[in-house]
């Protein structure tokens, strides 16, 4: 399965962006796979910022986006998204979606348990 990860752009601070990643090509059921979203600024290292379970019902999510940040799949349409809201300069980064097969609950948030990876979009929010 391949990822294609879109939505990204530029921002003021406070303003909303909604990523989307589309999942295509040969390979597992959509629904088999557990999601994430990771992402990484100029200079820093990748970091996780929300994952999904298979079924939706695990929605772990970074302290830095709590409240702020909503996952959500949509198995119908091979599709993960990512809702940011109040976002913040410190937001602005390359956004990456992830796909792992797994087992129904199990939702990973480690870089290292995923191992099918989007082209990443870029996110710019501006003070």
């Known amino acids: 399965v391949q990822l294609q990860a879109s939505g990204g752009g530029s921002v003021q601070t406070g303003g909303s962006l909604r990523l989307s990643c589309a999942a295509s090509?040969?390979?597992?059921?959509?629904?088999?796979?557990?999601l994430g979203w990771f992402r990484q600024a100029p200079g820093k290292e990748r970091e996780f910022v929300a994952a999904?379970?298979?079924?939706?019902?695990?929605?772990p999510y970074a302290d830095s986006v709590k409240g702020r940040f909503t996952i959500s799949r949509e198995n119908a349409k091979n599709t993960v998204y990512l809702q940011m809201n109040s976002l913040k300069p410190e937001d602005t980064a390359v956004y990456y979606c992830?796909?792992?097969?797994?087992?129904?609950?199990?939702?990973?948030?480690?870089?290292?348990?995923?191992?099918?990876w989007g082209q990443g979009t870029e996110v710019t929010v501006s003070s």
């Open positions: 999904i379970s298979r079924s939706g019902s695990m929605t």
């Open positions: 090509g040969p390979g597992r059921v959509f629904s088999r796979y557990s």
């Open positions: 992830a796909a792992k097969s797994t087992i129904l609950t199990y939702t990973p948030i480690r870089i290292n348990d995923y191992d099918i």
